[in-house]
């Protein structure tokens, strides 16, 4: 069981930044691998970025790379989403999500959200 908790959501304005957290907790972590993922309104959940808690491997949306960074601390179990150059399309609930076997990951266990609003 791995418990997953986001924060770091809020409003900005286009071109802006705002780094998301998830704190993780549960039992053999490292087995995991991590992933982002976003939801618009009348939208599909999407893939935003994953990566593993080595470090080794990372993933990117071609709508995000280039502008989303995905690292680890896993000193604190926590995974942050750097998003930088926000366009008003980026605006979503944003999940972050564990996955025991697949990688990309698609999520075993997921946080509850936090929303991201992009003005123009």
């Known amino acids: 069981q791995v418990q997953l908790v986001e924060s770091g959501g809020g409003l900005v304005q286009a071109g802006g930044s705002l780094r998301l957290s998830c704190a993780a907790s549960g039992r053999a972590l490292s087995t995991y691998s991590m992933g982002w993922f976003r939801q618009a309104p009348g939208k599909e959940r999407e893939f935003a970025a994953a990566t593993t808690w080595s470090g080794g491997r990372t993933a990117y949306a071609d709508s995000v790379k280039g502008r989303f960074t995905m690292f680890r601390d896993s000193a604190k179990n926590t995974v942050y989403l750097q998003m930088n150059s926000l366009k008003p399309e980026d605006t979503a609930v944003y999940y972050c999500?564990?996955?025991?076997?697949?990688?990309?990951?698609?999520?075993?266990?997921w946080g509850q959200g936090t929303q991201v609003t992009v003005s123009s």
């Open positions: 999500a564990a996955d025991g076997s697949r990688w990309p990951p698609r999520g075993d266990y």
